[in-house]
């Protein structure tokens, strides 16, 4: 094989590696931005009337928003849901809960573990993508550069 169609070669599974392993990569960049967390809520109680309890958790949720809590309650009427998410107080109010009613509730949820180191967050997110380009750009390169010879 000469060298020409070896590089054409070369860059074209370089290409194929860099899809295989995106995702790969994605999922270990997001392993490495979040811990997870469980907070327990003793005895919270709905009054009359009352579906929904607020809870103080130890950390801000990783995206800010309502989605990625798993909430279990050990009362048997209870679907608890997240209802609303105040990032600043790191506030959830939890509803589908029975009225009139004791409970413990967990919450499960992600936390951004890299609140410690300044710009490592933003270096973090960006990592797959700097890989990917630069991956396919040295595909590319290989192929032009065998295929000018």
Partial sequence: M???VAGIVGGIVMIM???IMFPLVMDSTHDLQVDPQSDVFADETT???ETS???VLTY???PGDTTGFT???DNANDTPAASSYTDATKTLTVGGLEAEATRDLTVAYEYDALTDYTGMGSLVSMTPLLLFVGLIFGAGFSIWSSAKR
Avoid: E, H, R
């Fill in 60 to 62: 801000n949720n990783y």
């Fill in 47 to 49: 009054g009359v009337g």
């Fill in 71 to 73: 909430l279990t309650s």
């Fill in 17 to 19: 590696i860099a899809f």
């Fill in 53 to 55: 309890v607020d809870v």
């Fill in 2 to 4: 000469n060298t020409k």
